[in-house]
């Protein structure tokens, strides 16, 4: 038998500066699928005519919110050492199991039994959404025990999966939900990036705070390493863009949504936006802009989600650094 001295969570004084800031707000924010009337597409989703497309955007969310919840925020947890901290990564993970499953719910809303199989079976093949999964895995893979340096890749590609990744999804329920078209769906889209905000932030604040602990050497060697991460990443991420969304002649506007959520994924963890400005569809920003803060932006939130009532969650509400 093992004999270490275990210590209990202590939450009587602040062991982590943020850390009843983040648990407080991400359970302001819970919320299930189940309760937004995604049967309301019904009607629209008949007659859509990029069904492949929607459905296959939702099934690489998916994957990437499976990932998230069974490895990513589970091993950023298991090895941080702040109690505080591991408790509010592990409420993270339990968000990202309800996030992994509303997707089915929506599946199971609008397709047929036999499309949902083709789905989960084209995430298997999809070489570019393994790709992007088996990169941020393998890094989550490689946390080591006293080592705060794989800790700290681990953090910065769970920041890389939330605040970047996630986006080339995200995009098209909310350019079509911005327009009326699918709404409910598209709230539930909404919801899940409300969270994916706070984590971003949180995960980027934790990692932030590791980095400087590390010596000058050290922090430019992950500096470039970072670098080198999300340009790989982001080289995949152009190919998948295009990959899935070639039938709507939408790529080029997803691709420069992507491109602004990588420089919002290095602002998380502290580093110099890389790609420059440019204009992003208004229509997808103003849902970003709204997201959280107002219950009308889908006008069908207020009758389908009456229950949040929470405070509001925007791109600068935990800007800490900037
Ligand atoms: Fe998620
Ligand atoms: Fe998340």
């Given amino acids: 038998m093992s004999n270490i001295i275990y210590e209990a969570v202590n939450w009587n004084k602040a062991t982590s500066e943020l850390a009843q800031i983040f648990w407080d707000q991400q359970w302001k924010q819970i919320w299930f699928p189940e309760e937004i009337a995604v049967s309301k597409d019904i009607k629209q989703w008949k007659s859509f005519e990029h069904q492949d497309t929607y459905k296959k955007v939702f099934a690489g969310l998916t994957l990437l919110d499976t990932v998230q919840t069974n490895i990513g925020m589970n091993r950023v947890a298991a090895y941080t050492d702040d109690l505080q901290e591991k408790a509010v990564l592990t409420v993270f993970d ?117 980095f400087k602990q590390f010596s000058k050497e050290k ?70 802009r709204n997201e959280g803060s107002t219950y009308d932006f889908f006008s069908q939130k207020g009758a389908t989600y009456a229950k949040a009532k929470v405070a509001p969650i925007t791109d600068d509400t935990f800007n800490f650094n900037r």
């Fill in 94 to 210: 339990a968000f990202e199991a309800i996030h992994a499953k509303s997707y089915s719910y929506i599946f199971t809303t609008l397709c047929t039994n036999e499309e949902i199989d083709e789905l989960f079976e084209w995430v298997k093949k999809n070489e570019f959404l393994q790709y992007k999964a088996n990169k941020i895995a393998d890094i989550y893979n490689s946390i080591e025990e006293g080592n705060p340096e794989s800790l700290w890749k681990a953090m910065f590609s769970s920041v890389m999966l939330e605040s970047f990744l996630f986006y080339s999804g995200f995009f098209y329920p909310l350019y079509l939900g911005g327009q009326g078209f699918l709404r409910n769906s598209a709230e539930i889209i909404s919801l899940i990036l409300r969270d994916e905000s706070i984590h971003g932030v949180a995960v980027g604040f934790f990692a932030q705070n590791l």
């Fill in 219 to 288: 922090q430019e060697e992950l500096h470039l390493w970072g670098y080198e991460l999300l340009l790989d990443l982001y080289q995949n991420e152009m190919k998948y863009t295009d990959d899935i969304y070639a039938e709507t002649g939408l790529s080029p506007e997803v691709r420069a949504y992507v491109r602004y959520n990588a420089n919002k994924a290095l602002m998380n963890v502290g580093f110099e936006a890389m790609f420059p400005e440019e204009e992003v569809n208004p229509i997808v920003m103003n849902g970003i």
